[in-house]
């Protein structure tokens, strides 16, 4: 069977709102964005070239619009450099977890609007960081919930993938910071204690191989303390 790897990516520079939540934010990459992501292409050649493989040419990205903008920039130029197209999918399972009807208010308005509510208790004080706190609202989901729901959907892409690859592939998943933080979480490759001590910044990449139906050590790249 042929090697299949995951590439994760972290979506290149974008505006968001202050002293908010990045959850599922639906704004663009910034200027320096957009160049940053192309030039992420020749981090991607050159661990295609390092690991022996060639590159799936289906990109997935989360839905939101920094993620998707930044696949579709490493989608563009890996077109004009391989001859052939390279398209981005966009899938909610690869999304930060959802903040429900609380999403894009700042931090101090969320605090207010659950206060106000009668139906809710007041919020935990290490609601930001706790990984599995969701929010007492519609649609809301726990940071974890939402790491593993990355995770499932990479499985699944990869086990597809390695029913059908010919030779060695590796296959790149554009998300966002918090989202692929608890999604090592959910692997084991970072422990739970130490998901508010790193980082992944924009940009940063991490390489896994798929092996027996999941995703194995850290091979490449990584996160960045804090």
């Known amino acids: ?6 590439l994760f990516i972290c979506h290149t520079e974008s505006d968001l709102l202050p002293n908010a939540p990045e959850g599922q934010q639906p704004f663009s990459l910034t200027h320096n964005g957009v160049r940053s992501a192309k030039q992420l292409v020749k981090k991607v050649d050159s661990l295609s070239e390092q690991l022996n493989c060639r590159i799936a ?17 490493i989608a563009e130029i890996l077109s004009l450099n391989h001859g052939h197209e390279y398209k981005t999918d966009a899938f909610d399972a690869l999304s930060n977890a959802s903040l429900g009807a609380l999403a894009n ?4 308005d969320i605090e207010d609007v659950v206060r106000h509510d009668p139906r809710f ?15 007492p609202v519609q649609g809301a989901e726990s940071p974890m919930d939402a790491g593993k729901r990355l995770i499932k959907h990479v499985h699944q892409r990869l086990t597809a993938l390695a029913e059908t690859a010919e030779q060695a ?10 989202v692929l933080r608890h999604a090592m979480c959910e692997l084991g490759l970072l422990k739970q204690p130490d998901i508010h001590n790193v980082k992944f910044l924009p940009g940063n990449l991490l390489v896994t191989p798929f092996e027996a139906g999941c995703c194995g050590a850290i091979i490449e790249g990584g996160w960045h303390k804090v």
């Open 1 to 6: 069977m042929a090697a299949i790897y995951a």
């Open 57 to 73: 040419h289906y990109i997935d990205s989360s839905q939101t619009l920094a993620a998707w903008q930044t696949a579709d920039a």
């Open 105 to 108: 208010l700042s931090f101090d």
């Open 121 to 135: 208790p007041a919020l935990p004080d290490d609601w930001r960081i706790n990984g599995c706190y969701r929010l």
């Open 169 to 178: 592939t590796i296959k790149i998943f554009v998300s966002h910071d918090k």
